[in-house]
């Protein structure tokens, strides 16, 4: 059964910095992985989707990779922004599934 | 144009009542989910439809039955509600399975 795991739980970093979210995942027979953003009381909205044969993605100041043998994700951003405050959610399909498993989340803060 | 909807976002119910969320893509997807997500925020699949028919099923009660009618439409009925499922539900959708999923706003149900 696929477990992943996000650590830290939560980060409160300075504007401007740049910080790594990391994820990890128990069987590395994935198809993608998904970065998401959750504001509070709302939906999730899509990051980056990084297939299975890629290492990574970027979109604007994000960037995710993908180890899958190792059953690791990186998401980095950079220049954070207090608008980037927002719980971060790491999900993977695994092989033979269409369904996400999710990660608890890292909770970022980024004070001005 | 939104590109996954639920209706409604909140629903305040008491216990034992029967309650319907609706969620509605215009993505031209043909595969839909149901996942819920907790009071300590985890997110978990429930259902998965594609093309109409129910894919996975993840040992959720027989009191939650889905209805998909069409691809663009994927329903989720309660039975006899219980203080328990006080939730956020989100729908999702994807192309093909195991695509990028885009989640609806959520439907915070609350049971008293």
């Known amino acids: 059964k696929q477990e992943v795991t996000q650590i830290p739980a939560a980060l409160s970093v300075p504007e401007g910095e740049n910080l790594v979210l990391n994820c990890s995942f128990t069987?590395?027979?994935?198809?993608?992985l998904q970065w998401f953003r959750q504001d509070p009381g709302k939906g999730l909205t899509s990051l980056l989707l990084i297939q299975s044969s890629q290492r990574e993605q970027t979109s604007g100041r994000l960037n995710a990779s993908l180890d899958k043998s190792s059953g690791r994700s990186t998401l980095y951003i950079a220049a954070s922004q207090p608008g980037d405050s927002a719980t971060y959610l790491c999900a993977v399909t695994s092989s033979g599934y269409s369904t996400l498993t999710f990660g608890k989340g890292t909770m970022l803060l980024v004070s001005p | 144009d939104t590109a996954v909807s639920q209706t409604p976002k909140y629903l305040v119910t008491q216990m034992g009542n029967d309650k319907s969320i609706k969620c509605e893509q215009n993505l031209g997807h043909d595969t839909m989910y149901w996942y819920k997500q907790d009071s300590k925020k985890f997110l978990k699949i429930m259902f998965s439809?594609?093309?109409?028919?129910?894919?996975i099923n993840e040992t959720v009660p027989n009191r939650f039955s889905p209805k998909s009618p069409d691809k663009a439409h994927l329903n989720l009925h309660i039975n006899s509600l219980e203080l328990g499922d006080s939730a956020v539900y989100f729908c999702?959708?994807?192309?093909?399975?195991?695509?990028?999923?885009?989640f609806g706003p959520g439907t915070r149900l609350t049971v008293t």
């Open positions: 999702a959708s994807s192309l093909q399975g195991a695509g990028e999923q885009y």
């Open positions: 439809y594609n093309n109409k028919e129910l894919i």
């Open positions: 069987d590395s027979a994935i198809y993608n």
